[in-house]
């Protein structure tokens, strides 16, 4: 006597009576595993690691900018939303520049850590360029631009990064 017997349904059953699985066959369903494969929105994610790096570089140009060169701004410090000196604006750029360079690479080996700051850095980056907006215009819509696409990739399709 063999060790599965049939059910009256025609599925195969162990010794215990529990029904055993069928193999795949070409007119047979086959498993699907439980866990999904990343899909190609995982290159969106890499993506926005590397606008984001080249956000912080841009960032990094216009801090040195606004340190070395303040006669290279068309306005001047008075004429900007948040009356600093371009000394202090420098500074910041600067900060933010290498806080996203670091964060763009984190994004782009995968750190959840680094998905959650290069949302954050990438809002406090758009906030700085709008308040900046007077002095160089088309760099900071530039800017900004860049850093919605950085939310946006991280935002919506940063999930699936940490899955592949």
């Known amino acids: 006597m063999s060790d599965t017997q049939q059910s009256s349904t025609g599925t195969p059953q162990s010794p215990t009576g529990t029904p055993r699985p069928r193999a795949a066959g070409p007119d047979r369903p086959y498993d699907v595993p439980s866990r999904s494969r990343p899909t190609a929105w995982v290159g969106v994610v890499l993506f926005g690691g590397i606008i984001l790096v080249m956000v912080g570089g841009f960032q990094t140009i216009q801090g040195f900018v606004a340190l070395f060169r303040d006669e290279y701004y068309l306005v001047s410090p008075n004429g900007l939303v948040v009356e600093v000196d371009y000394t202090a604006w420098g500074w910041t750029h600067l900060l933010i520049g290498l806080v996203a360079i670091a964060t763009g690479i984190g994004v782009m080996v995968g750190q959840t850590w680094a998905r959650v700051l290069g949302i954050v850095i990438a809002v406090l980056s758009a906030l700085v360029n709008i308040a900046f907006?007077?002095?160089?215009?088309?760099?900071?819509?530039i800017i900004i631009a860049?850093?919605?696409?950085?939310?946006?990739?991280?935002?919506?399709?940063?999930?699936?990064?940490?899955?592949?």
């Open 146 to 164: 860049m850093d919605v696409l950085v939310i946006y990739a991280l935002a919506v399709h940063g999930r699936e990064a940490a899955d592949a």
């Open 133 to 141: 907006l007077s002095a160089y215009p088309i760099w900071s819509t």
